[in-house]
């Protein structure tokens, strides 16, 4: 059960790179300026920039689990046993990243939601914006290279199935059975008669 790097498709990896910039980026590019000083309800405000973790209070939340599902997607994927563990990990990935990144576009379509004074748009939040639609994208195609394991769909082969035999349709149980055996050895047995 150790890690084989080998393991890992395209959306794994796209989801992997993303979790990283993103946890990169919340913690250490500033994401929300508050324009000069001023004062808002009584209180004095400097002009500051505040990283994605101090200047997103709920949404930061979202942000970390994103992260955290997409790192155990990573690890899932090239430690699994069984694709069952890897396939919910995608998916979950897959929301996470689209919330977080509907969350971050109400963010930049209204970045002083709630907080007093001018706010203002730093580069932060573009980047992670950039990283969750990377994680969400990512989700996604690990979701689709998962439910088709050659990364294309072929066509199923289809079987002629042959005629029923007449009266097959009377006979059950255990009649049906020997009825079966009986005529697959060459010598057809009557059970009851025709009517």
């Known amino acids: 059960m150790g890690f084989d790097a080998g393991r890992l498709r ?6 992997g790179v993303g979790a990283t910039v993103l946890l990169v980026v919340l ?15 009584g209180a004095r405000i400097a002009a500051a920039s505040l990283n994605g973790w101090h200047s997103l209070t709920y949404v930061r939340w979202v942000l970390l689990i994103s992260v955290a599902i997409s790192v155990a997607l990573v690890l ?14 995608s998916i979950f990935t897959s929301v996470l ?13 209204d970045p002083g939601a709630g907080q007093p004074g ?19 994208y990512g989700g996604y195609r690990s979701m689709r290279a998962e439910s088709s394991p050659f990364g294309d ?9 042959a ?22 050895a060459g010598q057809p047995r009557r059970d009851h008669e025709p009517a």
């Open 118 to 136: 001018a706010t203002t748009a730093k580069p932060g939040i573009y980047f992670g914006l950039l990283a969750s639609l990377l994680i969400a």
């Open 163 to 184: 005629p029923a035999v007449p009266g097959s349709a009377e006979l059950t149980g255990s009649a049906a059975a020997s009825h079966t055996e009986s005529s697959s």
């Open 76 to 89: 899932f994927t090239a430690t699994r046993r069984s694709p069952a563990i890897p396939i919910t990990c």
């Open 10 to 15: 395209r959306g794994e990896l796209i989801a």
């Open 97 to 109: 990243g689209g919330l977080s990144s509907l969350l971050l576009i109400f963010r930049l379509i």
């Open 153 to 161: 769909t072929t066509a199923v082969e289809t079987v002629a199935v």
């Open 27 to 41: 913690f250490f590019v500033p994401w929300l300026g508050h324009g000069g000083a001023g004062e808002a309800h």
